[in-house]
């Protein structure tokens, strides 16, 4: 009988320090900080930073994933980022750079997460894709948001099917012409 108990208690101690070392995964290598003035909107998830020292960084908005510039609600979402920061002076908390030299992370603006805030206005997609790369509280919090926009059909949520950034891309590698829809179609910044 005690060998069966044994047998459990290491079997539970197992999974504890698996869970605690997933956990550790999650938490950034070097995690860095940029602080500086937002000087370019490029679209809906990208932006340029330029630090006290006047160094600009790219910075890629990390969990969302917004419309591409010639998708529905591409001109849309870029003008809501830009509403949202443009000119401001903003923090990015980052950890990774991606294979485009840009860094990743979450951009605060008067304490505001902004890569949220494009989910809840509508105007991205929760990048599920990655989440894997983001907090607990973060990915509860980003599915959250981008749940509630759908069901409020708010910005490119008014679609009936509205196609992802990363099914259009991979569509247009690939030479298909995906439907646009049939609302705004990205001319706007209605929505939000």
Same mark, same amino acid.
Request: charged fraction near 25%.
């Given at each position: ?145 981008? =749940?509630?926009? $759908? /069901? %409020? #059909?708010? !910005?490119?949520?008014? &679609?009936?099917?509205?196609? @992802?950034?990363? =099914?259009?891309? $991979? /569509? %247009? #590698?690939? !030479?298909?012409?995906? &439907?646009?829809?049939?609302? @705004? ?8």
């Amino acid at each position: 009988m005690r060998s069966v108990g044994m047998k459990k208690a290491l079997k539970c101690l197992g999974v504890l320090a698996l869970c605690a070392a997933s956990q550790l995964a999650v938490l950034p290598a070097h995690a860095e900080v940029i602080a500086g003035r937002v000087v370019k909107v490029a679209d809906g998830d990208t932006i340029t930073v330029l630090d006290s020292a006047n160094t600009p960084h790219k910075i890629r908005l990390a969990g969302i994933d917004a419309p591409e510039k010639k998708q529905a609600f591409g001109n849309a979402s870029r003008l809501s980022l830009a509403q949202l920061v443009a000119g401001q002076s903003v923090r990015v908390e980052t950890d990774k750079i991606d294979r485009y030299g840009r860094s990743v992370g979450v951009v605060f603006a008067s304490g505001v997460d902004v890569n949220r805030t494009q989910l809840e206005r509508g105007m991205a997609w929760w990048y599920r894709a990655y989440a894997r790369e983001q907090s607990p509280a973060n990915q509860a919090a980003y599915s959250l948001a981008e =749940d509630d926009a $759908r /069901s %409020a #059909r708010r !910005g490119l949520w008014v &679609e009936k099917e509205p196609i @992802a950034p990363w =099914d259009w891309r $991979r /569509s %247009a #590698r690939h !030479g298909v012409q995906l &439907e646009l829809g049939t609302a @705004a179609h990205g001319s706007g910044a209605q929505g939000f």
